[in-house]
């Protein structure tokens, strides 16, 4: 069994900054591809950046200049930089995470809320 567990999330004026983290934790030979995704309310859950694990990175337009996601294969510890937030920018944010360990599959740790004022 893994686990995928996030930190990091908060309350932040717009042009504020948080820097989200990813942990797993569990039977792991290794994590390959590592998602973060965001939900706002009453919208449909979309992919904002990824990170292969040869450290490949790639950004939803909305994000691009704004955001950096990062990874410490060592820690197994996956991270997302968030710089120059707009309330637009108000989720939930989930990690998820393609596993190799007793079985090969995604995991999606429970969820961090970002919340952005204007």
């Known amino acids: 069994q893994v686990q995928l567990v996030e930190s990091g999330g908060g309350l932040v004026q717009a042009g504020g900054s948080l820097r989200l983290s990813c942990a797993a934790s569990?039977?792991?030979?290794?994590?390959?591809?590592v998602g973060w995704y965001r939900q706002a309310p009453g919208k449909q859950r979309r992919l904002v950046a990824l990170?292969?694990?040869?450290?490949?990175?790639n950004y939803a337009d909305s994000v691009k200049g704004r955001f950096t996601i990062s990874r410490d294969n060592a820690k197994n510890t996956f991270y997302l930089q968030m710089n120059r937030l707009k309330p637009e920018d108000t989720a939930v944010y989930y990690c998820?995470?393609?596993?190799?360990?007793?079985?090969?599959?995604?995991?999606w740790g429970q969820g961090t809320q970002v919340t952005v004022s204007s």
């Open positions: 998820n995470a393609g596993v190799t360990g007793s079985a090969d599959r995604d995991y």
């Open positions: 569990g039977i792991i030979f290794s994590v390959n591809a």
């Open positions: 990170i292969t694990r040869a450290g490949g990175t």
